[in-house]
């Protein structure tokens, strides 16, 4: 059985930083392509960070970079999400999400919220 699981959202100043975790099971996790994906309020899921199977190489979408790092520690089976300099519109549900061809699998998601 497939299961991811996030940790570490809360609540969180504008400024300030949250490292969240993504815990993975039931699946060759070093097989898969990671990544973290967030969904506001009244808007559409969108990607954030992707990293590759052995992590050598990542990808941001252009709002994160600079702020956001994506790691991931494949003998963990766990991929992170450092998220610094936090803005009150990076408020949203923050989902891992695993990927290899056609089998794609999704964590429940984690709340941050930004606020002062």
């Known amino acids: 059985q497939v299961v991811l699981v996030e940790s570490g959202g809360g609540l969180v100043q504008p400024g300030g930083s949250l490292r969240l975790s993504c815990a993975a099971s039931?699946?060759?996790?070093?097989?898969?392509?990671m990544s973290w994906y967030r969904q506001a309020s009244g808007k559409d899921r969108e990607l954030v960070a992707v990293?590759?199977?052995?992590?050598?190489?990542?990808n941001y979408a252009d709002s994160m970079k600079g702020r956001f790092t994506i790691s991931r520690d494949n003998a963990k089976n766990t991929v992170y999400l450092q998220m610094n300099s936090l803005k009150v519109e990076d408020t949203a549900v923050y989902y891992c999400n695993a990927r290899r061809g056609v089998n794609v699998h999704w964590g429940q998601g984690t709340q941050v919220t930004v606020s002062s």
């Open positions: 990293i590759t199977r052995v992590g050598d190489s990542t």
């Open positions: 039931g699946f060759t996790f070093s097989a898969y392509t």
